[in-house]
């Protein structure tokens, strides 16, 4: 158990609607990263977010975006879905040290599914 | 962030060590070696990092050759729960790279009874 939720576990989409999805991040922790994982493969970075601003960014297009509120939860959105984005999408919490940053507590996921 | 290699699969008997060896050649002298796992159906774990000593915690052991072009991670004791695919990653702490872990295919770890 990390402590770090994230909400929903699924989730059913179809091709070109936009998605919403949440994580509350581990008590004390003020980072949160995304990642994807496509079935059978490593999570892929997808953006980091640190008191509240975007603080590194992987290979993904923009309509992937994100919010990082006060309390530090976050939310992970895209838009004009495509097929491709099926995958489980993590969350994972740190402290804002530098090192610290590397070890990161990671929720559960949510399954999404694009048809 | 330097490159690392893996074995796709090991096979590991219960209740002996499990040692999962990682390659990584190229890295650099303020890159940290980490070691992450995930358990089917879950999200990855931390398990131990290391820059040029060996370390230890409750979890598992970490060796890295003086060289650190190579490490082995050892778990000493392994049960059926052990079984999980294993991260290692070699990570800049200084550079923009810090808070962004690349995962490559990991190694398949099976525990059995």
């Known amino acids: 158990e990390t402590g770090v939720t994230q909400s929903p576990t699924h989730l059913i989409k179809t091709r070109g609607q936009q998605v919403t999805l949440r994580c509350s991040s581990q008590s004390g922790h003020n980072t949160v990263s995304w990642y994807q994982q496509a079935l059978g493969q490593g999570p892929q970075f997808i953006f980091q977010y640190y008191r509240e601003e975007e603080n590194g960014r992987g290979n993904f297009p923009p309509r992937f975006s994100g919010l990082q509120f006060p309390n530090y939860s976050s939310e992970l959105n895209v838009n004009a879905l495509e097929l491709d984005d099926s995958a489980l999408y993590l969350c994972a919490s740190s402290s804002g040290d530098t090192l610290a940053k590397t070890i990161q507590y990671f929720g559960a996921g949510t399954r999404l599914s694009v048809l | ?113």
């Not at chain 2, 370390?55 to 079984?83: F, G, Q, V, Y």
């Open chain 2, 1 to 113: 962030d330097a490159k690392t290699t893996q074995p796709t699969s090991m096979d590991c008997a219960e209740g002996r060590a499990a040692n999962l060896p990682c390659n990584h050649s190229t890295i650099s002298g303020n890159e940290y070696v980490y070691w992450y796992r995930q358990i089917h159906s879950q999200g990855p774990q931390y398990i131990i990092h290391g820059l040029k000593n060996n370390e230890t915690n409750e979890m598992a052991s970490l060796i890295i050759t003086e060289d650190r072009k190579s490490s082995t991670l050892i778990l000493p004791h392994a049960t059926l729960r052990d079984t999980a695919v294993y991260y290692c990653i070699a990570i800049n702490a200084g550079g923009t790279s810090y808070g962004k872990l690349t995962f490559g295919q990991g190694t398949i770890l099976t525990v059995h009874p």
